[in-house]
C-alpha cells in the first residue's frame, strides 16, 4: 500500500489493519498537517449505498513518496490505481507501471468528467461501475445494452480493456482485440450492503490477474463477480470482503 494518513486514531488504526492483514506498510506515511481521509457511508434498506469522501491526508501524497516506492513498483505484477488521491499522482503511478511492464487497473473512483485523458491509455484494465461510465461517457448506463456502448466509447478513448460493473445486473468487458462488448452475468443474491462491493470485485481481479494471469478476462470478470455477490451479502466494506478459505474450491 502506497498512501498517506494523519498522525491521529484513525491513522494509528489503519496502519495496524494493514498489519493486521499482512499488508506492506513501508510506503505508508503519517502526515502531521492534514487528517486522516474518511468516508461517511449512508446505507438504505435495500442495501444500496450512497458515500461522502473527506480525502484529507490522501491528498499529500507526492511525486516524491511514489519515487521511493518506484523499486517496489518495479517488482509487482499488478498495480491498482484509482482516484481518492490526487489524479496526478494516480497517472504518475501508472505510468511508472506501464513503463516497467508491469500491468495495471484502474478504477476512476470517485469520478469527475474530464479526467485526463492519458488515463485510459496507461492502464491495462480500465474498470468503474455504472455511474461512474456514466459521468465519463456523459451517457445513460443503466443497462447491459447501454454499457456496451459505454464500454466501446471508453475504448474509442485508448483504453485496451474495459470493465463496467452493474450490481446486480452482472459487468461488462469489452477488450481492443474483441470485435464487441461481452455480458457476464452474476448470481441473484439477497443483498444487505452494497458498501465496497466495486472494491471486492476489483480486488479479486487483481488476484487472478496476478495468480491466474493465462485466465481469460470475462472470467476472471466471472469470478470476481461470484466474490463481489459474497461481499454484499455482509454488513461494512472491508469486514464483508470474504478470505480465500471462505469461498469454493472452484474460483482457484
Known amino acids: 500500500m502506497v498512501c498517506k494518513v494523519g498522525k491521529d486514531f484513525f491513522g494509528d488504526n489503519y496502519i495496524q489493519n494493514f498489519k493486521d492483514n499482512s499488508v506492506y506498510t513501508g510506503f505508508v506515511e503519517q502526515a502531521s498537517n492534514a487528517a486522516t481521509g474518511a468516508a461517511s457511508i449512508i446505507v438504505n434498506d435495500a442495501g444500496e449505498n450512497a458515500i461522502v469522501i473527506v480525502a484529507g491526508a490522501n491528498m499529500l501524497l507526492c511525486s516524491e513518496d511514489l519515487q521511493k516506492a518506484l523499486p517496489a513498483i518495479k517488482r509487482t505484477k499488478v498495480l491498482v490505481c484509482q482516484l481518492e488521491i490526487s489524479p496526478q499522482m494516480s497517472l504518475m503511478a501508472l505510468r511508472m507501471a506501464k513503463e516497467n511492464n508491469v500491468k495495471t487497473i484502474f478504477n476512476p473512483a470517485p469520478a469527475f468528467p474530464d479526467i485526463d485523458p492519458d488515463f485510459f491509455k496507461v492502464s491495462d484494465v480500465f474498470c468503474c461501475n455504472e455511474t461512474e461510465a456514466e459521468l465519463l461517457t456523459g451517457s445513460s448506463v443503466t443497462n447491459v445494452e447501454e454499457a456496451h456502448g459505454a464500454a466501446q466509447e471508453l475504448l474509442k478513448r485508448g483504453c485496451t480493456s474495459v470493465v463496467i460493473t452493474l450490481g446486480p445486473q452482472g459487468c461488462v468487458v469489452h477488450q481492443a482485440q474483441q470485435s ?19 472494491d471486492s470485485f476489483i480486488g479479486a481481479l487483481a488476484f487472478y490477474m496476478t495468480h491466474y494471469p493465462t485466465l481469460p478476462l470475462e472470467e476472471m470478470a466471472q469470478r470476481a463477480n461470484q466474490v463481489a455477490a459474497v461481499s454484499v451479502q455482509a454488513i461494512g466494506t472491508q469486514t464483508s470482503f470474504p478470505f480465500k478459505q471462505d469461498l469454493p474450491a472452484a474460483l482457484f
Do not use: L, N, S, W
Not at 182 to 198: E, Y
Open 180 to 198: 464487441a462488448p461481452k455480458h457476464v452475468p452474476t448470481a441473484a443474491v439477497p443483498a444487505v450492503d452494497t458498501t465496497g462491493a466495486g
